[in-house]
């Protein structure tokens, strides 16, 4: 049995979710709504305050879909009354962020200030020059905006400059030494 997807998710007060037939999932709780299609051969069972996840069998892709299953539905549900968020550092001389509307302004080297429009649900915020924030109720729209503006300038081993996240740790080398 999954570890993961056997375990119950608790419905929080203040979140309505619902179910159809065909597996199709909608969350609405404080800070929004989402929904998503499932996979039909795995189960979705409500009952009071809490969702059950089952399989059919213990084929192999039954397993892994059981256990994503769970983790989407969970996170859709604490994204809905928590939202997630990302930081990111600059790092570098000259290296820094602005916000212009839903515009993000990155001066990162480059001979062009580089511009990203924040997607629909995903929203940045800038605190000083060097720190972005991106904030949302989807995890996954909130991840991949997060590593699109870290790929604009990918944090380099020698010194440290570029985009990193601020949890990450850069493993730095050491530069090339003279001839002796």
Do not use: C
Not at 39 to 55: G, M, P
Not at 148 to 155: A, D, L
Request: glycine content about 10%.
């Amino acid at each position: 049995m999954s570890r993961i997807g056997r375990l119950p998710i608790e419905i929080p007060a203040g979140v309505e979710v619902n179910v159809t037939d065909t597996n199709f999932i909608t969350v609405k709780g404080p800070k929004g709504s989402l929904s998503r299609q499932l996979v039909k051969e795995i189960t979705l069972a409500k009952e009071e305050n809490q969702i059950l996840v089952t399989r059919p069998n213990d084929l192999k892709k039954m397993r892994s879909l059981h256990g994503l299953t769970r983790t989407l539905v969970a996170n859709m549900i604490e994204g809905v009354t928590k939202g997630y968020e990302k930081k990111l550092e600059i790092n570098g001389v000259g290296y820094r962020a602005q916000k212009q509307g839903k515009k993000l302004v990155l001066s990162l080297g480059y001979s062009h200030p580089v511009e990203m429009e924040d997607p629909e649900g995903v929203e940045t915020i800038v605190e000083g020059t060097n720190v972005i924030i991106v904030k949302g109720i989807n995890k996954e729209d909130v991840g991949q905006f997060a590593a699109e503006i870290r790929i604009k300038r990918k944090p380099e081993p020698y010194k440290g400059k570029g985009i990193k996240y601020s949890d990450e740790v850069i493993i730095r080398k050491e530069g090339k030494t003279g001839k002796k």
